[in-house]
């Protein structure tokens, strides 16, 4: 596509309940990049995947944040059992050919209140 | 530990006039800094991108200077426009790292 997208825009849902967010990045980038963000403060890292690797986790606050990308193209952000210390704008951001000193491209985000 | 900071937080001037937002970082051992555009209920912009080994790097009326040695870089935005109204943000790689260590921001407001 011509950028990020990601889906849905906004997502409301109640404590306990599982969430998926989706990212369909810009095609043909092989890096694709996770990031949650509150207001007023930067994005923080989540996790990384280059095709469909996932190289680095280490930003997932805990066990029920995960995130798949199967098919190298399309991911998924997935929180079981939200809290409302969720609640935050979750981007997405792809790269190629996904080396470091490649800009990022983000989408508009996903803003979830978990109520 | 690398720390980003960003001040000041927010910034008001008239347009038509040159100014300056500041990053500073602790750590010199950078990757590349890049400076970002956010815009309210729209993603992150990516302006400019600066490598360890350049100094400055230009786009139209945006110019943006490193200096690792004092761990600072400028974002320079000539004769603003109230379009230019929005918050911008510095990230840090570090070491071919991929993960991108964030200032807070800075929100400018240009008045018409």
């Known amino acids: 596509g011509a950028g990020v997208s990601q889906s849905p825009r906004y997502k409301v849902t109640k404590r306990g309940q599982d969430v998926a967010l989706r990212c369909d990045p810009i095609?043909?980038?092989?890096?694709l990049y996770w990031y949650r963000q509150a207001l007023g403060q930067g994005p923080e890292f989540l996790t990384y995947f280059n095709y469909e690797a996932q190289q680095d986790k280490s930003g997932l606050p805990n066990d029920r944040f995960s995130a798949e990308r199967p098919e190298g193209s399309i991911s998924t952000l997935t929180i079981q059992r939200t809290e409302q210390r969720d609640s935050a704008m979750y981007r997405c951001?792809?790269?190629?050919?996904?080396?470091?000193?490649?800009?990022?491209?983000f989408g508009s985000g996903t803003q979830l209140s978990v109520l | 530990k690398q720390e980003v900071t960003q001040i000041p937080a927010a910034l008001s001037v008239p347009e038509g006039e040159n100014l300056v937002l500041n990053c500073s970082f602790t750590?010199?051992?950078?990757?590349?800094l890049q400076w970002f555009r956010q815009d309210p209920g729209k993603g992150l912009t990516s302006l400019l991108l600066i490598q360890s080994s350049q100094r400055e790097q230009t786009s139209g009326r945006l110019n943006a200077s490193l200096d690792k040695s004092s761990g600072r870089s400028t974002l320079y935005i000539a004769a603003s426009q109230p379009g230019d109204s929005a918050t911008y943000l510095c990230a840090i790689t570090m070491d071919s790292n991929y993960q991108l260590i964030w200032g807070a921001g800075t929100k400018l407001i240009i008045k018409p």
């Open positions: 750590d010199s051992a950078i990757y590349n």
């Open positions: 951001a792809s790269s190629s050919p996904g080396g470091a000193n490649e800009k990022l491209f």
């Open positions: 095609s043909g980038h092989v890096s």
